[in-house]
């Protein structure tokens, strides 16, 4: 699989970045990058900081140590909206969809940032806004096509299940047509056909788009499989960084991780 | 020029030449504040224990000395229509519990926050066509007499109304932090449904913080109506409260009582020295503009916490 | 039986997109705006028009506006009257000032200064949410207020210390002030009314409006997917004022002809829209002109249906009474329906949608 891919330049540094919240130290001095077109995964036990790490990256905590360069401009402070705006979009562990807004609204959004006309033509809904409209219609059509879920395209978001939520997500933060994708547990609670289905997504995302993803998951074998390096974080350290295969030796990852897991 | 000395000159000017009028200005300011301390811990109880933003607080301090006026109106005694008046602020909070709270549960606060905007309008109602809508006078005896203290005037019935306010405040902190109930009740405040699956029953819990509540709006209907007489004014009075809450922070009781005084001494300095220079009746709206600006610099309120938000 | 949308089928976004993309809702509307513009005015005596209809209108303006900020961006306001007041007291001044000024143009212009003060009583909401954002809002509607009362330029220092509105006049005829007729006055605020709502419409259907909700239902995954939370909630809160300023200038120009502050009271205003908007449906701008159908006829329905069962009551009991249940409907419809008459509606469209054969 990997063979007719090309791994590129480094697209994201992470350079020792630092933070806490009142003395609870969530991330100590922690660096390693993303290439364009790669699949990175950061796994850890429960509190290691993973989720910490891509507020980080899009800019929505902001270290107090470290620097963290995108598409090689380095930056420290950003407001969290600039994010979207320079090509990085997430989903969350805890879906963080629009309840009141349907399927195809809430993916509409996602490309919010896209759309240009200004105030006069929207009062109208005519003119360069409804041409707009039309554009960006299509396009989430594509989307929705891709992710299988036309049939839910009108229903409010807050109805489906769990799954399918998590789908919708996946949409919006596509909508965006991001160059560096951040997912926050796109498996968790899902059943053995969901989290394939969803990997089979993921795997598609990075193949079709060429989109770089970065992955928290809990699910190993889900890890092991798609991702071109992982990251292990421990107390909000980094423990390894590497290949799956460089990985699943090191010593330090079996004893903290792997090895007295609770299974 | 005339203006700018008036606001930035001239009031200083005042307290300088007459320290003794200051101190007296100050402590009308607390007394005052006293006042809205006591109503604002009534929006504090109902927030912590129930996450509602009670807008109806100010309605049920108006429903509470109504009800109590009307008693003694009929004959009853004091201690009867006191007792009384306890009775039927805790029926009120069992039917709020039974027939508002119970439905809205998960719901968000907003929604909450409007049902009880909803609730003060039939607290309103109700409470006026049962007892009429004039101004009434309620004596409960307590000693209005002013004396002289180091040049200084002060009034009896205004300390007795200080005191009462901060035996109020101490039973109820000592209640929150000590007693089996005032943990559960912390719990609750907390989370709703973590509360409910560790076993406290959610629903007495509600019953009986809405119920310390009323009490609480019964004593400061007593003190208001004792002072300005029972009307509907009382309402908007306890509309004061809600800068109050900002400047303490919606879940701490020595935030409430703090701010109340903040507010309460603000307003009268305010209002007495600044007040010629923009027109005067500031009062209206000072304590509003100074709990806004009072948000900009720290939004969590003088004894909230800071929240830390997290995706 | 008749009201389906089976057989309508959509072959682009653009139909798909529409308002009304099923033709029944096409026809109904059509039929209300011919009933509107030519029926209630053939039929309609000058005490309906006067006492209900014109505040109804003029209010459903307001309620829109407001729903816009409270409905769809999720920000609680209690100023509603303070917004209206500024609008009211610019379009005095600008229509005394300047006389020779086009009315329609001082109406949206009063919008526009009302849209300001919205925006820099709007500017806390970065900082401050719910609860705290709406005390902010009675800040305004009590510093506005008590500018305009206490502040003589606001009504060209007249010892009465009301506004009055000038007699204007559009294509002709009089629009404004105590000579226009109750028909013209009707037309002005329906006109406005309509014009309104389409814009609102269009405004929340698009990209606006999709930023609207994203913040009101999760402001943080907005922030994260590049909606600018300070810019959003100011688009609200402005827009939002602009409709309350517009209603605000009707309210003084076309309906009561002169007023005093306490006409934009927290209580006779304020309080009213709000409800407005809770029993029409938040986030619904048909729910909006429904709740504003329903609060003005309340009061009319409680003055004269008691009289005809035979039942006298005195007037304060009777506001008592309005109170009781204006309250008590607020409460039931949060636990029933938090969306509304407009929730109720659709209900009622997918019902008839299957009738008469719902298997």
């Known amino acids: 699989m990997t063979a007719t891919r090309n791994i590129g330049d480094v697209l994201l540094d992470v350079n020792g970045i630092s933070i806490s919240f009142g003395g609870v130290k969530a991330l100590t001095d922690v660096s390693f990058d993303v290439r364009e077109h790669e699949i990175l995964a950061i796994i850890g036990p429960n509190g290691a900081g993973k989720s910490s ?95 299988e879920i036309e049939a839910i395209r009108k229903t409010p978001v807050g109805k489906l299940p769990y799954g399918l939520q998590k789908r919708v997500e996946l949409g919006r933060a596509l909508a965006a047509e991001p160059d560096l994708l951040l997912l926050d547990e796109p498996m968790a609670g899902m059943n053995m056909e969901e989290k394939q289905d969803m990997c089979r997504y993921i795997l598609d995302v990075n193949d079709e788009f060429g989109t770089t993803i970065v992955l928290i998951e809990h699910d190993m074998s889900v890890v092991m499989d798609i991702s071109d390096r992982v990251v292990v974080l421990d107390y909000g350290k980094k423990l390894a960084y590497g290949t799956p295969d460089e990985v699943r030796a090191n010593q330090d990852v079996i004893d903290a991780y792997l090895g007295v897991s609770h299974e | 020029m005339e203006f700018l000395n008036a606001v930035f000159v001239a009031p200083f000017l005042d307290i300088a030449d007459s320290p003794v009028f200051f101190a007296e200005v100050v402590i009308g300011g607390l007394m005052a504040g006293v ?50 008046t306890v009775g039927v602020m805790v029926a009120l909070a069992y039917a709020v519990e039974r027939f508002m709270l119970r439905k809205l549960i998960n719901q968000e606060g907003i929604i909450l926050f409007m049902a009880t905007i909803g609730f003060n309008f039939v607290l309103e109602g109700t409470g006026q066509i049962a007892f009429g809508s004039d101004v009434k006078r309620l004596d409960v005896g307590l000693p209005d007499k002013s004396f002289e203290t180091g040049g200084i005037l002060l009034n009896t019935f205004d300390l007795s ?116 220079a923009f027109g005067g009746a500031i009062e209206s709206w000072f304590a509003y503009m100074l709990a806004l600006a009072f948000l900009l610099f720290r939004p969590q309120g003088l004894f909230g916490e800071k929240i830390i938000e997290r995706v | ?60 303006l307001a309620a829109i506006g407001l729903n816009i900020l409270t409905g769809y961006a999720g920000q609680v ?128 259907r698009g990209r606006i409006g999709r930023s609207w909700m994203a913040i009101r239902d999760m402001d943080i995954a907005a922030e994260i997917i590049g909606i600018r939370p300070l810019q959003t909630k100011l688009t609200a809160f402005a827009i939002s004022s602009f409709y309350c300023g517009v209603a605000g200038a009707l309210y003084i120009f076309v309906w009561l002809g002169s ?80 969306h509304g008459l407009a929730r109720l509606w659709q209900i009622a469209k997918e019902k008839l949608r299957q009738w008469p054969f719902p298997y």
Not at chain 2, 185 to 208: E, F, Y
Not at chain 2, 244 to 270: D, M, Q, R
Not at chain 3, 147 to 158: C, H, I, P, S, T
């Open chain 1, 53 to 147: 790490m891509l507020n980080c990256i899009n800019g929505f905590y902001h270290p107090q140590e470290g620097t963290i360069t995108f598409k090689g401009e380095p930056r420290q402070q950003m407001q969290t909206h600039k994010s979207a705006l320079q090509g990085i979009a997430r989903t969350f562990q805890n879906i963080a969809l629009f309840k009141g807004m349907s399927t195809l609204d809430n993916i509409m959004t996602g490309r919010n940032l896209k759309m240009k006309s200004n105030l006069f033509w929207q009062m109208l809904y005519f003119g360069p806004a409804l041409k707009e409209e039309l554009e960006h219609r299509a396009f989430v059509e594509e989307i929705i096509d891709f992710l």
């Open chain 2, 35 to 84: 006042m809205y301390s006591l109503v604002a811990l009534g929006f504090v109880l109902i927030f912590k224990a129930s996450g509602v933003f009670n807008y109806a607080q100010g309605a049920m301090v108006l429903f509470a000395a109504l009800t109590l006026v009307g008693l003694m109106e009929q004959g009853a005694p004091l201690w009867l229509g006191l007792l009384v």
């Open chain 2, 161 to 276: 109304a200080a005191f009462i306010g901060a035996v109020m405040v101490t039973s109820l902190a000592l209640f929150f932090q000590y007693t089996p109930t005032g943990r559960a009740l912390r719990a609750v405040a907390d989370d709703h449904q973590a509360a409910l699956s560790v076993g406290i029953p959610l629903k007495t819990i509600w019953v009986i913080v809405w119920s310390v509540a009323g009490v609480v709006a019964l004593v400061a209907g007593i003190m208001w109506g004792a002072k300005a007489g029972v009307q509907f004014s009382l309402v908007l009075i306890a509309l004061k409260a809600l800068p109050v809450l900002i400047l303490g922070g919606f879940t701490s009781v020595p935030g409430a009582i703090v701010g109340g005084l903040i507010i309460g001494v603000g307003e009268k300095v305010a209002e007495v020295y600044w007040g010629p």
């Open chain 3, 1 to 60: 039986m008749f009201y389906r949308e089976a057989g309508q089928f959509k072959t682009s976004y653009d139909k798909d997109q529409a308002i009304f993309p099923i033709i029944q809702d096409r026809w109904f509307i059509a039929a209300l705006l011919i009933v509107a513009y030519v029926a209630v005015p053939f039929f309609a005596n000058e005490y309906w028009l006067q006492a209900v209809i014109i505040p109804f209108l003029i209010l459903a």
């Open chain 3, 77 to 204: 306001s209690l100023g509603t009257g303070a917004f209206m007041a500024v609008g009211a007291y610019a379009c005095y001044k600008m229509t005394t000032n300047i006389p020779d000024m086009n009315v329609v143009f001082a109406f949206l212009l009063s919008g526009i200064f009302a849209a300001a003060a919205g925006i820099v009583f709007g500017l806390p909401s970065l900082r401050i949410k719910g609860f705290y954002l709406a005390v902010a809002t009675l800040a305004a509607q009590f510093f506005i207020l008590w500018l305009f009362n206490k502040v003589g330029w606001f009504y060209n220092d007249n010892p009465s210390g009301t506004i009055t509105a000038p007699p204007r006049e559009l294509f002709g005829i009089t629009i404004t002030g105590p000579r226009a007729t109750a028909e013209a006055r009707y037309f002005v605020s329906l006109t406005f009314l309509v014009i309104g709502a389409i814009v609102a419409k269009n405004l929340v």
């Open chain 3, 259 to 338: 007023a005093e502050t306490e006409a934009f009271d927290l209580l006779q205003v304020s309080f009213p829209v709000l409800f407005m908007v809770i029993i029409g449906g938040l986030g619904s701008i048909m729910g909006a002109i429904m709740g504003a159908a329903f609060i003005t006829l309340m009061p009319i329905f409680l003055t004269n249906f008691p009289p005809m069962i035979g039942i006298h009551l005195a007037t304060d009991l009777q506001k008592h009474i309005e109170e009781i249940i204006f309250g008590g409907m607020i409460v039931a419809f949060l636990i029933v329906e938090p």
